[in-house]
């Protein structure tokens, strides 16, 4: 069984540059999650994506979009990069039923270093 | 709106003592719980989880957590301490959106 898998390990970006984040779900899994984690802080949510869709987001302005493909894998973009983007990007995924019923316990992936100067 | 405190950010602790890290938590309804660690530039690792049933879980590792509605709290507990538990210990609650407390960084001392 293949875990969640992230890229790239890490990422340099100048402030205003956009930037791409990848994930691959776990075997099984529908939904893919992504939060923040900033230095010193605990992980913040991001949004989720159930079906191709969002289904859910936190309180993370626009520039914060995201996709899910129909292999469940998923992308997070961030356009005009800002200096308190800096963090690790971490990917979580999940199983949830197709009633939309209550979701399974999230599996992390090894998260992306972001460093924008 | 759900929460989650972890009073200490920091605690140290001898090898073979025992352990509790406490997380307290807000939530409208029946919360899911859990537990994660987490190493230096690692990603999150599920020690153990609560979403109903017996309030005393067993997780990995050692590890276990009670759950006390009374209290909001869902505190995490090991009996002997190793050199290799030494790590970020994150205390989160909810479902689609988990939330996740800021952390409480463990230190052993030999």
């Known amino acids: 069984e293949t875990g969640v898998t992230q890229s790239p390990t890490h990422l340099i970006k100048t402030r205003g540059q956009q930037v791409t984040l990848r994930c691959s779900s776990q075997?099984?899994?529908?939904?893919v999650s992504w939060y923040q984690q900033a230095l010193g802080q605990g992980p913040q949510f991001i949004f989720q994506?159930?079906?191709?869709?969002?289904?859910g987001r936190g309180n993370f302005p626009p520039r914060f979009s995201g996709l899910q493909f129909p292999n469940y894998s998923s992308e997070l973009n961030v356009n005009a990069l800002e200096l308190d983007d800096s963090a690790l990007y971490l990917c979580?995924?999940?199983?949830?039923?197709?009633?939309?019923?209550?979701?399974?316990?999230?599996?992390f992936g090894p998260g992306t270093r972001l460093t924008v100067l | 709106a759900q929460s989650v405190t972890q009073p200490d950010i920091h605690i140290t602790v001898s090898e073979g003592a025992s352990l509790e890290l406490r997380c307290n938590y807000s939530?409208?309804?029946?919360?899911?719980l859990f537990w994660y660690v987490q190493s230096p530039g690692q990603g999150l690792q599920l020690l153990l989880k609560?979403?109903?049933?017996?309030?005393l879980v067993q997780g990995i590792k050692g590890f276990e957590a009670e759950f006390k509605r009374s209290q909001s709290s869902f505190n995490l507990r090991k009996p002997s301490v190793h050199w290799s538990d030494a790590a970020e210990y994150f205390c989160?609650?909810?479902?689609?959106?988990?939330?996740f407390g800021a952390g409480t960084r463990l230190t052993v001392k030999p």
């Open positions: 979580a995924s999940s199983f949830r039923d197709w009633s939309g019923g209550a979701e399974d316990e999230q599996f």
């Open positions: 609560y979403f109903s049933g017996d309030t």
């Open positions: 989160a609650v909810g479902g689609n959106d988990m939330r």
């Open positions: 994506y159930y079906r191709e869709e969002e289904n």
């Open positions: 939530y409208g309804a029946t919360p899911y």
């Open positions: 075997s099984g899994h529908n939904t």
